[in-house]
Structures are given as C-alpha cells and as structure tokens.
C-alpha cells in the first residue's frame, strides 16, 4: 500500500492507473477503524481495480460544542488494517493541503438534506461534509465511492451533492456492519461503559419494532412514542426517532412504500445513530 499526505503525487498516480484503463474505488475515512470500515473497503475491492482510503478528521463537520481535538487519532493502525484489507493506496491529507485558502473560503452545501434529522442537531455539520468530500472527489477523482448505509442521511446527501454537481461518480452504499446484539459499529462505541454497551443494542430492537409495526399495516406515531419511551426507559436520552421516506428523507406521503426509520439517541457522551430501511407492502 502506497501512504501519501501530498495530493500531487498521488494524483499523477491516479492518472497512471486510469490512463491504464483501471478502474478506482475510494473509500473516504476519519480515521479509528473498525470492521465496519473494513467491509466498506472490501465492497470497494469488489467494484474495481485499484481501492484508495482516505484518513482525514476534517474539522468542519465538527460544532463548536463537538471534540475535533479529543477525536481518537490511531493512524497506524488504521493504516495496518487498510493494508491487510487490499488498500492499494492510503491518503491522509494535512489540514493546509485539504483547506489551503482557509476553512471558511468556500462551501458546498445541499440544503434540502442538510438540515433535517441529524443536520437539527448538528447546524453546519453537513455542509463541513459536503465541503470536504467534494474536495477529496477533486483529488481524487475516483469512479465510484463507497459509503456506509449507518450514515444513512450523509449517504443520500452524498448522492445527491453528486449527481447535482455532475461528479461522474458512481455512490455505492455498504450494508451496515453489527455486533451479535444488533449495534451498528461505530467508533463512537468506544465512548460506552460496560454498562452502557449491554444496553447499546435497545436501539437496534426499536427501530425494528417500529419497522415492523408499519410493516403490518400499523400507524408509525404510537410505535415512535412506545421507542422513544423504550429508550428513555433503557438509559438514553433520543434527539429524535423518525419515519421517512427512503429516498427524499422527507415525512412519507400516505401511498410511499419504501422507508427508512432513522433515530440519533446519546447513550452517556456517546451519540449513537441507526436506520432500518423496509418496505411497506
Ligand atoms: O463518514 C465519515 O467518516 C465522514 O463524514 C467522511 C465521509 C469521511 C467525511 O469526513
């Protein structure tokens, strides 16, 4: 695996392989990874020839209340991991190369997503997103991107920012990796206690007891007050619990089939999130 903090050479090594006619997948990252990333970078092996990763804590998708400088920083062990997985090539940009006019100089944002769900919570979180893999798309110009589906709201902005700016860039989106007791793997995991990781899986068992109450015909605003209670109860505290539909993110019209429960609950200083996509018959 060939490791540059330098776009430049990378990218005239990029141009090599495409010139070659082979085709690239990007994996883009912030570092701390888990099996979950892995599967990613697996499922980007699968879709091309050569796979680039990407190690960057980008500060702009970080509030002022958010710890960018507390963010776990484990570079050579992710670099370790993305190796044994078949990564040809690690990029772990520095702050001035990724953000050299500043990191207020230009934005990109996607409005109609930005804001709702986690994007309430976290104002500016998403547009810092878009902005920054916009400019990792610049650098490097792959032929598709894989995502994971955990980050269900940033997968459809993502796709949408795409296509909107005309990125000739194919979004694929990975199934979310779960421990046995249904948890979604995420760094963020690492904040929770012993007590705390024996109950983490409650959010799992919501989303599908919501899913499932829809599923059979049912109205989806007393099984959301039943999970918000059902978390409140198991020790968390939900910034929301919703069911959308799966494409716009947007309350589903009565006849819409294909939708997506999505919740953001902290759990201690760990904020988890989760979706469960499904179709009403
Ligand atoms: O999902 C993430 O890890 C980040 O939001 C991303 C896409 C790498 C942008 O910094």
Redesign the pocket.
């Known amino acids: 695996m060939q490791r540059f903090n330098d776009p430049a050479p990378m990218r005239e090594l990029l141009r090599e392989w495409r010139r070659e006619r082979q085709r690239i997948a990007f994996v ?3 570092g701390n990874l888990h099996e979950g990333h892995i599967s990613l970078v697996e499922k980007a092996r699968g879709l091309a020839d050569r796979v680039v990763a ?1 190690v ?3 500060p702009t ?1 970080f509030g002022p209340s958010e710890d960018y400088a507390a963010y776990p920083r484990t570079l050579e062990r992710d670099a370790g991991f993305l190796s044994a997985a078949g990564c040809d090539v690690l990029f772990t940009p520095t702050i001035e190369s990724m953000y050299p006019y500043g990191e207020t100089a230009a934005w990109v944002d996607v409005p109609s997503l930005s804001g709702i769900l986690c994007g309430a919570f976290r104002p500016g979180h998403f547009r ?2 878009a902005t ?2 916009t400019r ?1 798309f610049n650098h490097v110009a792959p032929d598709v991107a894989v ?2 589906e955990k ?1 269900y709201q ?1 997968l459809l902005l ?1 796709r949408r920012m795409t296509r909107d700016l005309g990125f000739p860039i194919e979004i694929v989106g990975a199934p979310t990796a779960r421990d046995a007791d249904g948890l979604a793997m995420s760094s963020r995991n690492q904040y929770l206690s012993a007590e705390q990781r024996a109950i983490a899986g409650t959010i799992h068992r919501v989303l599908r007891a919501v899913a499932d109450v829809v599923v059979a015909g049912g109205d989806a605003t007393p099984s959301i007050e039943t999970g918000l209670a059902t978390l409140r109860t198991a020790g968390f505290r939900p910034d929301y619990l919703e069911v959308r539909s799966a494409e716009s993110l947007q309350p589903p019209d009565a006849g819409e089939r294909e939708l997506v429960v999505l919740t953001a609950a902290w759990l201690g200083r760990a904020r988890l999130i989760d979706n469960l996509r499904f179709t009403k018959p």
């Open positions: 883009p990252t912030m990407s960057f804590v980008n998708q810092g997103v920054v893999v990792l995502f994971g980050d940033q993502i």
